[in-house]
């Protein structure tokens, strides 16, 4: 980051000299002096000016797009309680243009899982969809999502013992499967944390079945049809609670809370062959302090952590990294210097960058906070608050798709706990969206340019948005009969179940 600005300033500087040079050199030069040269004397000035303004919107553009966050957008309206969950587990999860967020609702009397998405990358929202219908008390949802599929995890108690529910979605949340009970033991079973990666999930919670609550976990390798037994992660006289869960191709991470007496620590623990053996289990925090909840974020072999730490009298946030996979660890870091509390911190991290958000008092009333890293946890940017409101902010959850970064979160601004949204269409600066990768190549039309209208095979039974070049809205059609009543031009082909980056076609007579 030194180097960088370096050499912004540098390009600056020599800017500045090239100005002062040809102001000299005219002042005191007599070949200056006629009208021709002089007015190239002019045009020289010009151009250097014109040098050393674009030399500065390119040193001030990553400054100028890092604050491109867009206006705050309420997801919920309606007059009972709305909430992200309370163990911290994430809510909110993206994949190429489309962006999903769970939580749990009153407005049917008791709680409710509802499940919104945007398919443009946060700019529209459909309505609300209720995915449960229980008489009992189902709460504290999680989501995870890879290609097409939307996995959701909840707790609930309606067969009059709470229990970890599961239900998927193969359209990208346009349809529900039906929900499926993962846990059928005495005992709370709860706050749980689901991970995907490709056709393997890996769900993790805490459960009492053996007199005090443990971790367990339990694993589907075929996207949710059928699931492993359960398997305990823990075994100790303590209370281990609030695990959150992360994964990279076969290597499934693990952390938890755990706590005995007066110590609340921050325990981890993986898995390197999808989740059949594990490693012992590893605290990560001093035990001075007042650990909890953990959230974690996989890239590749680096390893993400940030958890909330009572320390010097007052709840902090800290991180932590690994760089092989969860083998080693390096140190603690501090990264909030607050007054107040800073609590309740989610995490996500998409190629070198690592985004992270939190509830912070340190403006009287709890807001909700951003900082980044650009370079895999070096280096931190300073914190940026997100929220401006009169009552609180908080549970926020934050997920990134390609150089998009969103967040959810509970508010009262209105009077309400309601669901809040924000994003920032350039926070994560060069990453490339996996999904545009995976999924670009499936959508060909052929022939393109055509005459009468084209198709995309494999896809006839998809629905496609067309636009002009302008971005006005066309029509809809399937792919068996794309830009028959369209006039010659070009147009933006958009698939109507899973959004990438448009399509270019061209209508010719």
Known sequence: MKMKRRVR?????????????????????????????????????????????????????????????????????????????????????AYGSVVHVVWHDYRFGGPQ????????????????????SSSGFPVDPSIAVWGYTVHVVWQDNYAGNSEIYYKCSTDHGMSWEGDIRLTHYEGISGWPSIAVSNNDIH?????????????????????????????????????????????????????????????SVIHYKHSTN????????????????????PSIAVSDNIVHLVWQDETDYNTEIFYMQS????????????LT???????????????????????????????????????????????????NQIEMSYHPSVATSGEYVHVVWTDLQDDNEEIYYRNNPKGSIGATSEAILMHLHEYVPIPNPFRLFTTVPGREREIYRVYDIAGKFMNTCTSDCIGNTLKEGVYFLFPEKYSTVPIKIIKVR
């Not at 800017?15 to 009208?35: E, L």
């Not at 899982?113 to 449960?132: A, E, M, P, Q, V």
């Not at 340190?362 to 300073?382: A, F, H, M, P, V």
Request: hydrophobic share 35%.
């Open 337 to 387: 210097y607050t007054v107040d509390d800073s609590r309740t911190a989610s995490i996500a991290a998409d190629s070198n960058n690592v985004h992270i958000v939190w509830s912070d008092y340190r403006n009287g009333n709890y807001e909700i906070y951003y900082k980044r890293s650009l370079d895999n946890g070096t280096y931190w940017e300073n914190d940026e608050r997100l929220t």
């Open 323 to 334: 760089t092989d996979a969860g083998v080693t660890w390096g140190a603690a870091i501090r």
């Open 113 to 132: 899982i509802f499940y919104k998405r945007s398919i443009d990358w946060g700019n529209t929202w459909h309505g609300d969809d209720r995915l449960t």
């Open 203 to 263: 769900v993790t919670w805490y459960d009492f079945r053996d007199g005090h609550p443990e971790i367990y976990y339990k694993h589907s390798t075929n996207s949710g049809i059928t699931w492993s037994l359960d398997k305990r992660l823990t075994n100790s006289y303590g209370a281990s609670t609030k695990p959150c869960i992360g994964v990279s191709d076969s290597t499934v991470h693990v952390a938890w809370t755990y706590s005995r007496d007066s110590i």
């Open 274 to 293: 999808n989740g059949i053996t594990w490693s012992a289990d590893t605290c990560l925090t001093d035990v001075t302090d007042i650990a909890r909840y």
């Open 9 to 93: 300033s540098n390009v600056i500087l020599k800017g500045y000299i090239m100005i002062q040079h040809i102001k000299h050199r005219a002042a005191n030069d007599k070949k200056y002096r006629s009208d021709r040269e002089f007015r190239t004397y002019l045009f020289q000035r010009f151009c250097v000016k014109q040098f050393l303004f674009i030399s500065c919107m390119v040193c001030l553009l990553p400054i100028l797009l890092y604050g491109q966050w867009r206006p705050v957008m309420r997801l919920t309206d309606d007059d009972s309680i709305s909430r992200t969950s309370t163990n911290n587990a994430r809510c909110i999860a």
